[in-house]
């Protein structure tokens, strides 16, 4: 069965823009409450995986399937409904709006009034925006930016403005959680903070974490399995310390030898 | 309350108890921002808490006399462990929260506590770090559980289980806790405050209940405190100040501690609560100045016209009162519009809108900050006073404030001037002596035929005619020349902070030379602003203190300076810093304050420099970054020399 085999099934994913192949014959399995680092050297094929799991791209073959739902055919918004949520490499947040707008507008997920029930405002709409809120209210404290509650998401500094886009990933409430390098372009006390605040998400919620990220220290310290690409292939797959130890994966890093 | 009432309740958790009888649930006791929304706890949660807390040390075996580390940002667990400690007839040991390992270690382990709060995650990994050197802790509370789920180490345990403790053995005796506070006595140690130190290791100074309640009965005879009165508690809660500002009053008066969402909310919450008493150490009176500057520079040209326009007028108004003078009709139509205008809504900006009282310690506050904040309607005054006298010394009284004084001494406290021009501050409020250090407590305390103890300060100083006490400079800090002028590093230094685009000042000179010279350490933050705007590329803190523009700018407010000073003392050379003070790396104090020996160390290099006849010196400092690492930092720096303006 799906659940004994995991969360979530890559299967022979082949992925191709114009004569270029993007994945070739990816699989692996991602097991319920695991944090599993994709790793590979740059134009690997990483972000174009996770666009195919939640369907940004589609695949030209293979199938994705999650908690025994095909959802490769499925659109975006379907897909984030089942409990899929990502961050993105580039951000991609409301930058006119301020953080708390940002959160309340990942909850919309979660709130069911219609359009005229929310004009009227009070009543039943009210009492949802202050339920949805005290669940945002939650994550402004688990990721210690209350100071930024009510700041422009696009004056922030990069550093907090990842925290954030974090921050709207969790506001879905998401079984697993896809990170598109979340520790770019940070200094090592902010990497540092990153990776306490995944960890803990992961230690509070049981959350299942897909992450992708080149600093190979934090990916070996918090990743408790880690599947490597190289030219869209899969090469390795397995502990940190298996990874670390594979051929191949040192040679596609460094390069051939000679 | 009159004296023979301070000897029947003669504790905090004494009066603590008194409020709770007095207002039950039926007033705010304490108030923190949490989840975006002001939370409110009556005295009787707060009751609860501390009760509940009191009874769980007590099952955890904590006995009467020992001692209680705590750690952790200011908020109402803290409070409210501080006061469950002192219920149980047990003394606080308060440590920073930004201390390193090392440094807890020392005060854990002097003070010899027996057990530890520590706020969360952060602070309990620093006590596993150095468990093995601290064997009297029995055991590590936290307060906050965020990232602990996984601790499964006996060694430590969460608040709410105390609790749970402390209700088991509420109801098998539910008669402990009051007799507990019953037993209490007014010379307990209460408080066990190390202080920062600017010379050598901490000393750990001893407080007892009486110090600080004689204190704040003195103090409130001239600045009364009132239960409507409402505290925001953010100034470290190691530090004295936070217990005679906030939690002697709470318990004494029953005014209202605020505490901020977390450190960074802090100037946001301020704004909020607009509390009635504000304490700034010096230093933030002086960022909040530079501030105001860059904000109204950076405004409107409308807003930037109002101050200009009637800052004079408030300036003009602050010194007649200043004077005792009466300020005329169209003047204070003039202050009247100015303050409609300008100073309210700047007030309010600050969060001093309701403000009664401000005041700073500290380091000295220049008279220019004084008058310049005075000048917009705030009511500041300088505090002289210490750890080891309560927080309690010599105050500006509302109107009786003196620019150049630190202020009368408050009705509890006596001063004498020793023969060698030493401030001592006598009464009720001085401390009993620094903790296991007797060498240390005979040199700083003495107790005189009457009993009364006395402190000696370390500070000179003297009382001029109207009995007000005029602060010189530390003791061992003034200085003479090799050409026998004197000069108070402390005061130019205070003067040149005023200027915006100067953070860190330290000035230097001694017997064996002629001249006074400063390391200057500019504001990043302004210089980047002033360089921004005149279009000149900088890239580091280093690059930018190297700038021609930037000594310019610098040069300019030296010389500023220079004129206020006698001939003698003035600044004659300075370099600006590649880099600013840091406390990281013990260049000042946990308070900001410079440690002027090692500062003297450590830029030896450059200091002889100045006192040849080179223009320039090279650097290579070591630099321990924020995570513990070093690197090394490699720079030419250069030497200003101020040209001779030889009067005629």
């Known amino acids: 069965m799906a659940e004994n085999n995991g969360q979530l099934i890559v299967e022979d994913v082949y992925l191709s823009f114009g004569g270029t192949l993007a994945l070739v014959d990816v699989s692996f399995n991602v097991h319920k409450g695991e944090i599993l680092a994709i790793i590979g050297p740059n134009g690997a094929g990483k972000t174009s995986l996770l666009n195919c799991i939640n369907n940004f791209y589609k695949p030209d073959k293979g199938s994705i399937t999650f908690n025994g739902t095909n959802i490769t055919k499925l659109p975006p918004y379907k897909i984030a409904k089942l409990g899929i949520a990502r961050t993105f490499q580039n951000l991609a947040l409301y930058t006119g709006l301020s953080t708390v707008d940002n959160l309340m507008a990942a909850r919309h997920l979660h709130m069911h009034q219609s359009m005229w029930g929310s004009m009227l405002y009070w009543g039943p709409a009210q009492r949802e925006e202050v339920e949805n809120r005290k669940i945002v209210e939650e994550i402004i404290d688990f990721l210690e930016i209350e100071h930024i509650r009510k700041a422009t998401v696009g004056a922030l500094p990069y550093g907090l403005r990842k925290r954030v886009e974090l921050g709207r990933a969790l506001a879905m409430e998401p079984e697993l959680l896809l990170l598109d390098e979340p520790m770019t372009g940070m200094n090592v006390e902010e990497k540092e903070d990153m990776a306490r605040f995944i960890l803990d998400i992961h230690e509070l919620q049981d959350t299942t974490i897909v992450l992708i990220e080149h600093d190979m220290g934090l990916v070996m310290d918090i990743s408790e399995r880690v599947v490597v690409l190289d030219f869209g292939r899969k090469i390795a797959e397995g502990s940190p310390k298996e990874v670390r130890n594979n051929p191949n994966v040192i040679q596609a890093y460094l390069g051939q030898e000679g | ?648």
């Open chain 2, 1 to 648: 309350m009159d004296d023979s009432t301070l000897k029947v309740i003669d504790t905090l958790p004494k009066h603590f108890m008194e409020r709770v009888r007095e207002y039950g649930d039926r007033k705010v006791a304490v108030r923190q921002k949490e989840f975006g929304i002001w939370q409110e706890f009556t005295w009787k949660d707060s009751f609860h808490q501390v009760r509940d807390i009191c009874l769980g040390l007590a099952s955890l075996g904590l006995q009467r006399g020992d001692k209680v580390s705590i750690i952790g940002d200011n908020d109402r667990q803290h409070l409210w462990a501080d006061l469950a400690i002192l219920a149980a007839g047990a003394t606080a040991v308060g440590i920073f929260t930004d201390a390193i390992p090392s440094e807890m270690e020392y005060v854990a382990a002097h003070s010899e506590s027996v057990l530890v709060f520590a706020k969360d995650q952060e602070q309990v990994d620093k006590f596993l770090e150095i468990r093995e050197k601290i064997p009297l802790v029995k055991t590590v509370i936290y307060w906050d559980s965020h990232g602990m789920w996984n601790y499964n180490d006996p060694w430590l345990i969460s608040y709410d289980r105390v609790q749970e403790l402390g209700r088991k053995l509420g109801e098998e005796q539910p008669e402990l806790f009051h007799n507990l506070v019953a037993e209490g006595k007014g010379d307990d140690l209460c408080l066990l405050c190390y202080t920062s130190g600017t010379t050598g290791l901490p000393k750990g100074a001893m407080l007892s209940h009486l110090n600080f309640l004689a204190g704040i009965e003195a103090t409130a005879k001239v600045e009364p405190r009132f239960d409507t009165d409402n505290q925001i508690s953010f100034a470290p809660l190691a530090w004295i100040a936070e217990h005679t500002l906030s939690v002697t009053p709470h318990c004494r008066f029953g005014l209202i501690v605020n505490f901020p969402e977390s450190p960074e909310t802090v100037q946001a919450n301020i704004r909020e609560i607009a509390p009635d008493l504000i304490f700034f150490p010096a230093r933030l009176w002086e960022n909040l100045c530079a501030m105001v500057q860059i904000r109204i520079k950076d405004s409107t040209w409308i807003n930037r016209m109002f101050y200009k326009l009637f800052l004079p007028i408030g300036y003009k108004v602050a010194d007649l009162q200043y004077e005792g003078k009466r300020v005329g009709p169209l003047l204070a139509f003039l202050y009247w519009l100015g303050d409609l205008l300008v100073f309210r809504p700047l007030r309010d900006q600050l969060g001093l809108g309701r403000v009664r009282t401000a005041i700073t310690a500290g380091a000295a506050l220049s008279p220019d900050m004084l008058r310049y904040f005075r000048a917009f309607g705030i009511n500041l005054g300088q505090v002289f006073s210490s750890t080891e006298t309560a927080a309690v010394g010599t105050q500006h009284f509302s109107d009786d404030v003196k620019y150049a004084s630190v202020g009368k001494p408050v009705p509890c406290c006596q001063v004498k001037i020793a023969d060698d021009g030493e401030i001592w501050l006598g009464g009720d409020n001085i401390f009993h002596g620094y903790f296991r250090d007797r060498d240390k407590t005979s040199q700083s305390l003495s107790i005189d035929e009457n009993g009364t103890r006395w402190f000696h300060t370390g500070d000179a100083g003297y009382m001029d005619d109207d009995g007000h006490l005029i602060y010189l400079d530390r003791l061992k800090d003034m200085i003479e020349l090799a050409n026998k002028e004197q000069f108070s590093p402390q005061f130019i230094e205070g003067r040149l902070k005023f200027s915006p685009y100067i953070r860190d000042v330290m000035a230097v000179g001694n017997s064996e030379v002629d001249i006074v010279t400063a390391l200057i350490s500019i504001d990043f933050e302004s210089v980047g602003r002033f360089a921004e705007k005149n279009r000149i590329t900088y890239t580091t803190f280093v690059d930018l203190s190297q700038k021609p523009e930037v000594y310019q700018l610098i040069l300019e407010a030296v010389k500023g300076v220079n004129e206020t000073l006698p001939p003698g003392g003035r600044v004659k050379k300075f370099v600006l810093l590649h880099k600013e003070f840091d406390a990281d790396e013990a260049e000042m104090t946990r308070t900001r304050k410079l440690r002027r020996g090692f500062l003297t160390d450590r830029y030896s290099e450059m200091i002889s420099a100045m006192y040849g006849d080179v223009d320039s010196v090279s650097v290579s400092a070591t630099v321990r970054y924020q995570d513990g690492r070093e690197g090394v930092v490699e720079t030419d720096v250069r030497i200003m020399t101020l040209e001779e303006t030889v009067s005629a």
